[in-house]
């Protein structure tokens, strides 16, 4: 501890400047209202975002839905009966981080939506094994990371096995073929167990649709399913000039962000497309609304 006897008045002062004042290196804009733009991220593991760093809560982020747990027989949790990937995510500070307050955790999948339709009964073994673990996270719900859209003839083979998950549950829909959005919520109210809710990928990122136009599947998927029922993923991402995608910008994210307004709305992804310097032009960008 510092003796304050011995140390001259404009010592003293120096001192309570540089406790005082807040380091500009790494500064987090905590002490600002934080605009509420999203409810939380979206998190696909991989061998290149294995432990996940943002500021996602800097525009509201609350809540992490992580896309999988177990991709192609790797597993990023210890306990299950397959290989674990090195290295580990790091749980315990995850847990703490205010983007991941609440988590909604994916179980088995494959990176290749084919291979993970044809291999259901291996996925929800592995994925009951997966619900039994303990964790540091504050897990609010699950989720079964198959995708469902029009192309998946047999979907309604999907209800049997999600009545073997524990609830909160939830799956993921998207319109690869451009069915409407009455088209798409009929189908899913046909066969989808009527307390599972879904995630609606709006295809933006991928140019399938406007904003606008996926405003009005998440509206009709709400008057079928109920506002508790249905969650929005805006893409964050757009294609690149060559193969592959890039982040979007704030520009063009932000409108799509609004457009979902009424709605709950998760980024694709995290990691991999919202950086801290795109968070920090969000925040720039609302500012004046709030004023």
Known sequence: MLD???????????????????????????????????EGVVWQPDHA???PFGQWDLIG?????IQWTIVDDISFVSGTSVDTAVPMPDWSRIAKEPWASEVIVGLAG????????????????????????KTPLKVVGWYFPVEVDPTWRQVAVLKTLLNQLPRPLWISVYDSVNW???TLADSL???????????????????????TVALTYADALVARLGRHRVKVIAEAFRPNSEKGFRAATSDELLPQIKAYKKHDVFLFDGPH??????????RLSVKPLAN
């Open 110 to 133: 494959h990176f290749d939506e084919a291979l993970s339709r044809n291999d259901l009964p291996r996925l929800l073994e592995l994925s009951q094994q997966l619900t039994r673990l």
């Open 4 to 38: 304050r006897s011995k140390i001259k008045p404009c010592v003293l002062l120096v001192l309570w400047l540089a406790f005082s004042l807040p380091s500009l290196s790494g500064q987090r804009d905590d002490d600002e209202s934080t605009p509420s733009l999203v």
């Open 189 to 211: 109210t046909a066969w989808l167990p009527d307390d599972v809710g879904v995630f609606f990928q709006d295809g933006v990122g991928v140019h399938a649709r406007s904003a």
């Open 61 to 65: 982020a609350r809540r992490l839905l």
């Open 49 to 51: 975002t294995v432990n």
């Open 273 to 282: 497309y919202v950086s801290d310097a795109l968070v920090h032009e969000l």
């Open 180 to 182: 409407g959005a009455e």
